[in-house]
């Protein structure tokens, strides 16, 4: 059985065995359809913040209660976040999640710091009032930010060593990428009522920008199911893209094409395309050599659907 401290731990590390352990004693089948109901608006929102802001805040709770249901709550939002397959906000939330744990990192003590890096498989040495680890391994884990380089750490023998609160912000990389684990959980393995309950969640627009060249932001489009306007992306920008500009055959575009349209299917089933008309695309791309829309015509294309932005400026290009 658990005990205070533990619902104190998992709550703020859900990624954690002792989280994984509360969540197998409190199992679906012991709480009420009320509590259920409860944590399900409690997941759902979470999964809606992360998604909005890009970030979870990280409330200091008290009641024994409310620790559980926030504990129960993290395998629901993952189970929500996957069900939107939406790369780019799959992995704001999980960013967002890691970001919150870090968060609680910096108010801990050296001892619970030591037992996170521990259960991530970070070797951390605590001597001298600072923290250190070998190069090697300084540079698997660390997160792209400048102040991570490793011309800018403190390093000697092969050693580099981080004062406390650097060393809680180090570990959110490995924490993301724990969370990543199993992450995103495959479409049949959710439960329906789950993926019904998803339906309810106001997704914001996929933003992709316009770098230099062409295939980054059409990439980014394959990368991002959409809910609308399916059939003329894939004749204007998908099939002329593949075929021309990859240089692929119809029948290898083809199944790249299928996949798309059934992640697109599973946010709004109401597309009309069918197997047959997106196999006609690719062949009569590539017989007429179309090359896909420019990206001014394609953000005209997609204008209310997804903000298509300038790389530079990060604003919408004109």
Known sequence: MYTTADLDFAYKYPFTVKAKEIVRESSADKISAETKERILKS????V???????KLEAYRLHMDSAKLENVLAYPYARLLASSIQRNDLMQKYIRAEAKRCSSFLYLEDKDVLGAIASELGINLKYEDDKYSIG??????HAPQESQFRLVNQELSQGIVRMNFQKTASFLSEPIASAMSTGFPIP???????????????????????????????????LANPIPDVRQRVVGLILAPYLVNVKKMDPDAAYPII???????????????????????????AKEKGMRPLSFTKA????????DLQDEKTGKEKK
């Open 43 to 46: 997941a759902a929102a979470r």
């Open 48 to 54: 809606s913040e992360a998604f909005k802001s890009g």
């Open 135 to 140: 190069f090697v391994e300084y540079l698997h």
């Open 187 to 221: 479409k049949n393995q959710i439960p329906k009522e789950i993926i019904e309950y998803s339906k309810a969640i106001r997704l914001p627009k996929p933003k992709l920008s316009a770098p230099g060249r062409s295939s980054e932001w059409i990439e980014s489009i």
């Open 258 to 284: 299928l996949d798309y349209i059934n992640k697109c299917r599973q946010i709004d089933n109401s597309t009309h395309i069918t197997d047959a008309q997106i196999m006609y695309q690719c062949k009569y």
């Open 299 to 306: 953000k005209e294309l997609l204008a209310g659907i997804i």
